[in-house]
């Protein structure tokens, strides 16, 4: 009777799996390293791969597994590769943002250059009358035509006339800004 309530006892069980658990990593943790070591080629990551091997056998149900070495073979195998797969994805990666920030990050001059012109925009736009100002800066910000006649107080029939000549006179005080003769 006594033995029966052990065997239900689940804290026994447990450490009676943890027992065997350990059992079985002492045995096979050297096997489990070579292997992945004769893919990845290093020692420390070879020994935090054997690591994950071990926590899939300790969650598997270890009484439907037929050949442990087979079965820590083929697993330490798909974790090696596992791991060099993730890392030419990770270096891939790497290159790609590398190659942006290269062709994305404008030099001193060209930032300077792009400052200056929104300067020069942003004056042009005090120099517009209001109507045309709001006409313009709520057309470029994405509002549609109805918004637009609702904001500056017109018919909507009348906006796009207002904005093509708002468009014309910011074209005009911009190029003068700027010195050219178009």
């Known amino acids: 009777m006594e033995l029966l309530a052990s065997r239900m006892d689940p804290r026994d069980e447990s450490k009676e799996d943890t027992a065997e658990f350990s059992v079985l990593f002492k045995a096979h943790y050297s096997q489990v390293v070579r292997q992945i070591l004769s ?27 037929e050949n442990l070495r087979a079965w820590l073979a083929k697993v330490s195998i798909h974790v090696a590769f596992n791991y060099l797969r993730s890392e030419k994805r990770r270096a891939a990666r790497d290159d790609r943002a590398t190659q942006r920030e290269g062709c994305t990050s404008p030099s001193t ?10 300067a020069a925009v942003r004056e042009t736009l005090v120099d517009l009358d209001e109507r045309d100002r709001l006409l313009l800066l709520m057309k470029y910000s994405g509002y549609d035509y109805k918004e637009l006649a609702q904001a500056a107080g017109i018919e909507k029939g009348s906006v796009g006339t ?11 005080l911009y190029q003068h800004r700027r010195g050219s003769e178009t």
């Open 39 to 65: 893919i990845v080629r290093e020692q420390a990551i070879a020994e935090e791969l054997a690591q994950e091997v071990f926590i899939k056998l300790y969650s598997v149900d270890r009484s439907e597994i």
């Open 109 to 118: 001059e060209e930032s300077w250059l792009r400052r200056e012109e929104i």
């Open 162 to 172: 207002l904005l093509a000549r708002a468009k014309k006179k910011f074209r005009e």
